[in-house]
């Protein structure tokens, strides 16, 4: 990481981990002494600009990159919830943006963590790619369009390097069992617990899963050459396994792995209508990093189904 110093907010979830681990196996990492009061918005604020100058002084004039993988949002998570999140972002930048007039002088670049599913949500036709125009039809996909307005403005303003990317469904060991997403791990924790699965869905609906140990490495890289490419500029890319599967056929991957039937309840809800039908993805920038999502998707459901196993064991389900 040619001598980069790297920052990567959420390293506690699911990409965050992930992209920290990655980050970590070629470089240095930094860290916050203190945790982020996440769940206190104003003191938020303020640790994050004292983070960044913290940061900036750890920097001490050497290479960076920040990853921003933070945020509890998910598509159904509504409007004020979400608008907390783009205020976030904000004060990490308002931050970053002091500190490059003061300690952060080394050139560096910044990673946005979006969501394909929630920008390309409205759009048509399938399969996206970075030229489809993004269309939101949640609080969470408009949340996710307003911080890559962020950090585009970020870049251009402070001459730096950035990269947006949109992920795919993230899926693997560690999602947090808690939060009302992860299709993958929601299915591994019912089977486990002999319970039947609520499906909000209909069964043809497509999505593209992508391994987060695979995504992870795949940040790390691009966040690499956004730091390198010759004159500072922001990157949009897709971040995804480029096949589509549909919930039907993710349940009969299950059945063939337990060697018994999935359990599934199918549920009326009013978020459904946040959820497109077809989420197929087809990266057309940087292709030479799509090879880095090497996880065939059973194997990746058979490590999340044995790490939720374990989770259910330890007794903190």
């Known amino acids: 990481m040619s001598g980069a ?16 681990e990655a980050l970590g196996a070629s470089g240095a990492t930094w860290s916050p002494a203190r945790p982020l009061p996440w769940q206190d918005p ?19 004039g050497r290479p960076w990159r920040i990853a921003w993988c933070a945020g509890q ?15 976030a972002l904000d004060a990490l930048l308002s931050g970053l943006a002091r500190a490059r007039a003061g300690a952060l002088t080394g050139p560096g670049a910044l990673f ?11 759009a048509a036709p399938p399969p996206f790619d970075e030229e489809t125009p993004p269309r939101a039809i949640s609080p969470y996909g408009e949340a996710k369009l307003a911080q890559e307005a962020q950090v585009r ?4 303003t402070h001459g730096a390097g950035a990269c947006i990317g949109r992920i795919a469904n993230l899926y693997g060991p560690g999602q947090d069992l808690r939060k009302p997403q992860g299709l993958i791990s929601q299915i591994s924790r019912a089977l486990l617990l002999r319970e039947p699965i609520r499906i909000y869905v209909p069964m043809d609906t497509i999505r593209d899963y992508v391994f987060a140990p695979d995504c992870g490495r795949m940040v790390a890289a ?16 897709i971040f995804a396994s480029h096949h589509g599967t549909t919930v039907a056929a993710l349940l009969s991957e299950f059945r063939r792995i337990v060697k ?8 009326a809800s009013p978020l459904s209508a946040y959820q497109a039908r077809d989420l197929r993805m087809r990266s057309r920038v940087w292709n030479d990093l799509d090879r880095l999502a090497v996880t065939p998707l059973v194997v990746g459901i058979q ?5 939720v196993q374990e989770h259910l064991a330890r007794g903190s389900a």
């Open 42 to 60: 104003p003191a938020l604020a303020d640790r994050l600009a004292q983070d960044a100058a913290e940061f900036a002084a750890a920097c001490a």
């Open 73 to 87: 949002g998910v598509v159904a998570t509504d409007r004020a919830r979400m608008a907390r999140e783009v205020a």
């Open 222 to 237: 691009a966040l690499e050459r956004a730091a390198t490419t010759a004159v500072p500029s922001v990157h949009t890319k």
């Open 112 to 122: 946005l963590a979006s969501s394909a599913g929630g920008v390309y949500a409205g």
């Open 153 to 156: 403005a970020f870049a251009a």
């Open 303 to 307: 490590r999340t189904l044995h790490a």
């Open 260 to 267: 018994r039937p999935v359990r599934t309840v199918q549920v």
């Open 5 to 20: 110093l790297a920052w990567v907010l959420g390293r506690h979830g699911l990409l965050g981990r992930a992209v920290h």
